[in-house]
């Protein structure tokens, strides 16, 4: 046919070629050379190429053994400890570099990873000295700049339909808003535990703000996120949802996401600072089902009050330690404990914090001596419940030595609750027990003394349930909610659970807790001490009938000297407890003092119910002082505090001359009483000086006028001549005829 090539060489395809041409990448860019790789012969290639290959693909790299060269010395037969990797582009290179610089691969050998293209370039380095330029100083952001102000006062969050606010809280005059964030899109929001930042929940992951600006902080990315808890130092933080990790095809990698390797867990654990993730676990056994499935614990890592240690139990089975922040277990293996149920790490102290400031001091100058007193090892305790013919016991255990210090055992337990003081002095385990035939349970309180020798026990043995414990913070007493009412295991709607609550101090005398005061016949179900100790409410929770406040004094007619030295007589034992005020917030959900102790809030969340939600702000004696019913509120949380950087001494010094620093507070509550009366004379004087001119206006204007009338008539008297003029009128007329 004419017209029409027969020879495919006369085709010009040029045009398609350049379109879909391949471009090889002919550098060496996507080459990393590996340095601390361990020496080895030719028998153990394999299974470290697969180690190497493995320790990649955790950190979302992945590589085959066909991509990595390894040098060999001829001569030794041995390998030279490093190695080459290729990559499959230059991104991949750079997200390895970046993941596994500095990566400890094992006990003796540390990863240390340069670009292929970095040598050749280190080589040929200019020996001229160059002076580098000044980069600007950008001074950041102090995290915990609310504590320097002047007027000492706290912060709190509100959550409110879509909108948070962050509010001071003082004087009534002192209250106002200090932030109003734009968040969008966020499940709820919680303080840090010393209040260094505060966090967001959204679909993506956790967000951290902070500072005085509240820039955000810092990110983690775990979707669909439901459950958050700090580290107590704010070192880590732990992340939790209800949906497996999932990462899809192309998602980010690096030491910040979630790899292939967490798929399928659902329990992150990060760092803070760094914002690394540092490992994850799963909540969900393989044996659940929905049938045998119990609810979660949370949280479902405990941590050491050091972050040394983070510790989850294995119910029935195990307690396994993490050391941080490598997340290794500790001592490469778990407590094996049969039968345990649940642990608490023991809190520390001031006297604790104090004893590991001076090892660490010591430490550092190398002056540490045998005499000296070494801070006291982390503890925790566990319970483990009766099995056949063995005992319940109750295990007091020291780490990281594992040693048992101190074992109680236990008969006809139901089951255990483990409180510990917040200073680390006292452990109560509320044991609830059943009679032989278990028909019916009655408690025992077991209280360990700490910081004794031998740990000795003091049971107190009551005779109702106990529904709610407390110790006093930094203090010898402790509180307990306890009934005998029938409905109490199974309330209905309407009905209000009869309740009393007695007070326990330790009596030095006897080393033993002797009852202090019981308060019969109450509605309450929960117990708030004030962080300072001595105050304490009592709270009706919950309910939807009742929803009273107690607000109690346990020091009214008692020096708190004498108390902390357990000088009380036999006669004032008890004598000081006082109910300083009574009140009512309709359906209260959430009570919570402030860090100060001076003020206590009350909320009702829309989460629990939709009648009256709101927040109230009490004063320690039961004086409402603020409140506000909103719709669709769902949070209020007191920012907390750090604890105070003074010494003991300082303390003590302060405490002796307080009297002198009250004179100035004195002074200026003087100073704002009396700007407050200034405002109120300056506005008296204000209305009588516009009264006085006002009326002097009017004078002036009323002279005005009388002087212009007076002149008027004055004119027209000149003008007019007077003539007077006499009228006879004849009024009347008679006329008499007088006859001769």
């Keep these: 046919m004419a017209g029409i090539l027969t020879n495919e060489d006369e085709i010009d395809y040029s045009d398609i070629e350049a379109r879909y041409q391949v471009q090889y990448d002919d550098g060496f860019d996507s080459t990393l050379v590996i340095d601390g790789v361990p020496v080895i012969d030719k028998s153990k290639l394999d299974k470290l190429l697969a180690k190497i290959c493995k320790e990649f693909s955790r950190k979302g790299v992945v590589i085959k053994p066909d991509d990595i060269y390894m040098p060999w010395d001829e001569q030794k037969g041995k390998s030279k400890g490093y190695i080459f990797v290729d990559f499959r582009n230059e991104d991949d290179a750079s997200l390895a570099l970046s993941a596994l610089h500095n990566h400890q691969f094992d006990a003796k050998h540390q990863f240390k990873i340069n670009r292929f293209t970095d040598i050749e370039r280190y080589t040929h380095i200019d020996g001229t000295y160059v002076e580098p330029e000044l980069e600007e100083f950008l001074p950041r952001e102090h995290l915990r700049a609310w504590l320097a102000d002047p007027l000492g006062r706290d912060q709190y969050v509100t959550y409110r339909g879509d909108s948070v606010e962050i509010s001071w809280h003082g004087k009534p005059s002192q209250c106002e808003l200090a932030h109003k964030p734009d968040w969008k899109d966020f499940l709820y929001v919680a ?113 050491s009050p050091d972050d040394k240690y983070v510790a989850r139990v294995t119910p029935g089975q195990m307690i396994s330690v993490h050391e941080l922040p490598s997340m ?42 045998k005499s000296s007193k070494k801070a006291r090892e982390n503890m925790l305790v566990y319970w483990t419940p009766e099995v056949v013919n063995q005992p319940a016991r109750v295990t007091l255990l020291a780490f990281p030595s594992r040693t048992t210090l101190r074992q109680k055992n236990l008969f006809n337990v139901t089951e255990c609750k483990l409180y510990w003081q917040n200073q680390g002095d006292f452990l109560c385990v509320k044991v609830d027990r059943h009679t032989k035939t278990k028909k019916s349970i009655f408690c025992n309180l077991e209280i360990f003394r700490v910081r004794e020798k031998d740990y000795p026990v003091e049971v107190v043995e009551l005779k109702d349930t106990v529904t709610d414990f407390s110790w006093e913070p930094k203090g010898e007493r402790f509180a307990i909610v306890s009934s005998n009412d029938p409905n109490l295991g199974n309330p209905g709607p309407g009905i209000t659970i009869k309740t009393d609550v007695s007070f326990y101090q330790l009596e030095h005398g006897k080393n033993d807790f002797k009852l202090l005061r019981t308060l019969s016949s109450r509605t309450s179900n929960a117990i708030r001490w004030s962080p300072r100790g001595r105050h304490v409410v009592l709270a009706t929770v919950g309910s939807s009938s009742k929803s009273e406040l107690e607000f109690w004094d346990l020091d009214f007619n008692t020096e708190d000297a004498g108390r902390r030295e357990g000088q009380i007589s036999k006669e004032d034992w008890g004598g000081g407890i006082q109910l300083l005020g009574t009140a009512d917030h309709y359906g209260v959900t959430d009570v919570e003092w402030d860090p100060s102790g001076r003020y206590l809030a ?62 100035a507070f004195d002074e200026d509550d003087a100073a704002e009483e009396s700007n407050v009366s200034a405002e109120l004379i300056a506005l008296r004087k204000r209305l009588v000086d516009e009264w006085n001119a006002w009326r002097s206006l009017r004078k002036k204007e009323f002279a005005e006028e009388r002087g212009q009338k007076l002149e008027k008539e004055r004119g027209s008297d000149e003008e007019k001549e007077e003539i007077e003029v006499w009228v006879d009128e004849v009024i009347d007329q008679i006329e008499e005829e007088v006859l001769e």
């Excluded at 996120?225 to 939790?240: A, G, R």
């Excluded at 001592?331 to 590991?356: M, N, Q, T, Y």
């Excluded at 709101?614 to 603020?626: K, N, P, T, Y």
């Design 191 to 303: 303080w840090s535990p010393l209040g260094t930042y505060i966090a967001t929940l959204h679909r993506q992951g956790v967000r951290l703000w902070g500072g005085p600006s509240w820039k955000p902080q810092q990110r983690f990315a775990h979707p669909l996120v439901k459950l958050i808890d700090f580290s107590p130092c704010e070192n880590y933080l732990v992340t939790w949802s209800n949906e497996p990790i999932v990462v899809p095809e192309g998602a980010l990698q690096g030491p910040q996401y979630f790899s292939p390797d967490d798929e399928g867990n659902n329990l992150a654990v990060w760092d803070i600072k760094s914002g690394d993730l540092l490992r994850t676990f799963s909540t969900n056994s393989e044996n659940d089902t929905p049938a045998t499935k119990k609810q979660m614990q949370w949280p479902v890592l405990k941590w």
């Design 328 to 369: 290794y277990l500790h001592g490469k293996k778990s407590l094996k404990i049969e039968g345990v149920v649940d642990f608490e790490w023991c809190p520390h102290g001031d006297r604790d914090k104090e004893d590991a400031e001076k090892d660490a001091k010591a430490a550092i100058n190398g002056s540490g001596s």
């Design 602 to 663: 009350t909320s009702a969340s829309a989460w629990t119910h939709t009648l009256e939600n709101g927040f109230a702000i009490w004063d320690f004696r039961g004086q409402e002082l603020i409140k506000q019913i909103q719709d669709r509120f769902k949070q209020f949380i007191w920012r907390p505090r750090p604890p105070t950087l003074l010494t003991k001494d300082q303390q003590r010094q302060i405490r002796k001359n307080l009297r002198e620093y009250s004179r």
